[in-house]
């Protein structure tokens, strides 16, 4: 569980350079939604630490037979995962938020064509097809949103066989089967997502504030 702490710290020290940058270059009022995105993310990530740094301690003093250790880890991926639905759901909400904002983006219109509801995945096709984030980036932010998906809705089971690569992790599906990663997939794919969202909140931001 070391490795997960070391990306955990490493992941709580971007989120908050992360949220001290939009406060200082683009926040414009007390609260502000951009950057209190970035806070509550850095807020449940120092939850996700003291959490796991508990179970790290605790096991450390205890006599853990080796076949009982699947169900420890099992248990830091549930806390992690969790930091992970919670962030996408933090960004979301402030992507819907943002694309209100920035009304000559045209951002709203497009990811609007066709349906009642607003939502994450609609909001980065339109970006991409409007050219405020490449290929590649969108190509990260579908296979993140399809395993939130999966995580939230299908209980982490796979509806399809494919092997993700995403900051440096590989992650493969079958049909039907539980995904599968190291411990620290989840830590990981959140960070992952943070950097995608904080690119994209700068792009649009720099184009129209």
């Known amino acids: 569980m ?11 020290a971007k989120a908050k350079v992360y949220a001290e940058k939009i406060d200082s270059e683009i926040a414009d009022r007390e609260n502000d939604f951009r950057s209190m995105c970035f806070w509550n993310v850095y807020n449940r990530a120092v939850l996700t630490k003291e959490v796991v740094t508990f179970y790290n301690t605790t096991w450390k003093s205890m006599d853990i037979p080796v076949d009982l250790g699947p ?6 991926v549930t806390v992690t995962r969790d930091m992970f639905v919670d ?17 000559r983006s ?3 219109e497009k ?16 970006s991409a097809e409007m050219s405020y984030i490449s290929k590649e980036d969108f190509q990260e932010w579908e296979d993140i949103l399809v395993m939130r998906n999966l995580v939230t809705h299908n209980n982490s089971v ?9 900051n440096g992790l590989k992650l493969s599906m079958r049909p039907n089967r539980m995904m599968k990663g190291p411990p620290v997939t989840f ?11 904080f690119e994209w909140l700068m792009t649009i931001d720099e184009a129209f504030s």
């Not at 169900?71 to 830091?76: D, G, L, S, V």
């Not at 796979?158 to 995403?166: G, L, M, P, T």
């Not at 830590?187 to 969202?197: A, E, H, M, P």
């Open 71 to 76: 169900e420890f880890t099992e248990r830091i």
């Open 187 to 197: 830590v990981k794919l959140t960070s992952r997502v943070l950097d995608l969202f």
């Open 111 to 126: 990811s609007m064509e066709g349906r009642n509801y607003l939502y994450l995945r609609n909001i980065i096709a339109a």
């Open 2 to 12: 070391d490795a997960v702490l070391e990306e955990l710290n490493v992941f709580l």
């Open 106 to 108: 045209m951002l709203r």
């Open 158 to 166: 796979a509806d399809r066989s494919k092997v993700f690569e995403i």
């Open 87 to 103: 962030t996408v759901s933090s960004i979301e909400k402030a992507a819907k938020d943002s694309v209100k904002a920035y009304k």
